[in-house]
């Protein structure tokens, strides 16, 4: 009876899937988790990081809570058209760094970018800005597509508005990167 003449097909197409599967997982794991396991700045946070104020922590909640994170990220990434576009006053954006986040938990660094990159907005704009964009964005931002949000600003007083702005008034102030610190007064 004369051999199969697939079956020596058959097992050639099983070995090279075992071992496309084989390097994947072995690219996975060197790329993902051995960095993460001998890199210590994944762990060690930047000069200025501290810890966020009771304050900032419900700000960051209501950021959560608001889902601002689908459509604005936390994080300059190697791109130039980033560094570019995020910076201030014609000075570059620092790329982001694993040290910025030790403290987040979860992190909120996203994945869309439907709106701009807020991982440098802190001290860029004051309170008044902040205030007219949550409560109309158009009025500042003509064509924006970020909905109203008026509720943070009319509910309590205001105290939740307060409370995300004293949030976002934190991202990326822990490096200091900026020559004029904080928007003109």
């Known amino acids: ?9 058959d097992r050639s197409a099983m070995a090279l899937f075992l071992a496309a599967t084989a390097f994947f ?7 993902t988790v051995v960095p ?7 762990s060690k946070p930047v000069a200025g990081l501290r810890p966020l104020t009771e304050q900032e922590q419900r700000g960051r909640d209501i ?21 570019k576009r995020f910076g201030w006053r014609g000075v570059d954006a620092p790329i982001s760094t694993p040290g910025e986040y030790v ?11 439907i ?6 907005v802190g001290g860029k704009y004051d309170r008044s800005w902040h205030l007219t964009h949550f409560r109309n964005p ?14 943070l600003t009319d509910r309590d007083g205001g105290k939740e508005f307060e409370d995300l702005l004293a949030y976002i008034q934190t991202l990326g102030r822990a490096t200091d990167w ?5 928007y003109e007064k």
């Not at 009876?1 to 020596?8: Q, R, Y």
């Not at 993460?36 to 994944?42: K, Y």
């Not at 709106?115 to 440098?120: H, I, K, Q, V």
């Open 1 to 9: 009876m004369p051999a199969n003449p697939l079956a020596k097909t």
């Open 25 to 31: 997982f072995v690219g996975g794991l060197m790329t």
């Open 36 to 42: 993460a396991l001998t890199e210590d700045a994944w």
């Open 63 to 83: 950021y959560k809570r608001e889902g601002c994170w689908y459509c604005h990220t936390q994080q300059v990434r190697t791109l130039e058209a980033d560094v």
């Open 103 to 113: 403290n987040d938990s979860p992190h909120l660094l996203g994945t869309r970018r």
């Open 115 to 120: 709106g701009p990159d807020l991982s440098r």
């Open 138 to 151: 158009r009025d500042l931002v003509p064509g924006s597509i970020m909905p109203p949000f008026p509720w």
């Open 178 to 182: 900026r020559p004029q610190k904080d």
